[in-house]
């Protein structure tokens, strides 16, 4: 596996190591040695999520705050998406800021999102289907959004030819000086 820690190295892109010919390929999208051989991490996945979404779907900026936050192993296994992580540990030097990288069903890469960070995506492909892993249970009261399109953060999200389609949820979200956020 190649690991590769992105402009705020806490998010690591993962390129696991694909075995291929004419009939096809095979990989081990996870293993828990090599994952922390890798990266020196030994995250405890509890809960494994499957979204399939259209074009020009966004989904985020999602989190979940202590002591039910979560760390996301995220990958595409149909199609591509834009994945996007925002730093929102308020003690962090690169707090507010945010790295993305497109995740496709073709280039088999993986993010990994630690926890104190915001995820979202944008589906690039007519549709999508995204896999993650996550180290905490999904708890609604925990859960906060942040506005995609908050300009404090200034995500540069990739042209799809329309509006992102937006959850109620999503639509509703708040922007990062108004969230509540990591304090340590």
């Excluded at 937006?166 to 304090?183: H, I, M, N, P, R």
Aim: charged content about 20%.
């Amino acid at each position: 596996m190649k690991v590769t820690p992105l402009a705020i190295p806490e998010v690591l892109l993962l390129e696991p190591k694909v075995f291929g010919d004419a009939r096809g390929f095979f990989f081990e999208s996870y293993n828990a040695r090599t994952f922390a051989a890798a990266t020196g991490l030994s995250p405890d996945f509890v809960q494994d999520n499957h979204s399939r979404s259209r074009r020009g779907v966004l989904r985020g900026l999602h989190y979940q705050l202590p002591p039910q936050a979560q760390g996301k192993l995220v990958r595409v296994v149909q199609g591509e998406v834009f994945d996007v992580a925002v730093d929102i540990r308020r003690a962090s030097p690169t707090f507010g800021r945010w790295v993305g990288a497109v995740l496709s069903s073709e280039n088999q890469q993986q993010l990994w999102i630690p926890p104190g960070f915001a995820h979202g995506f944008l589906t690039l492909s007519e549709t999508a289907e995204f896999l993650y892993k996550t180290t905490d249970f999904y708890t609604p009261a925990a859960e906060r959004c942040i506005l995609w399109s908050d300009p404090q953060i200034g995500i540069d999200w990739p042209q799809t030819g329309a509006s992102p389609s937006l959850s109620e949820k999503d639509l509703q979200g708040v922007t990062l000086a108004c969230a509540d956020v990591f304090t340590a």
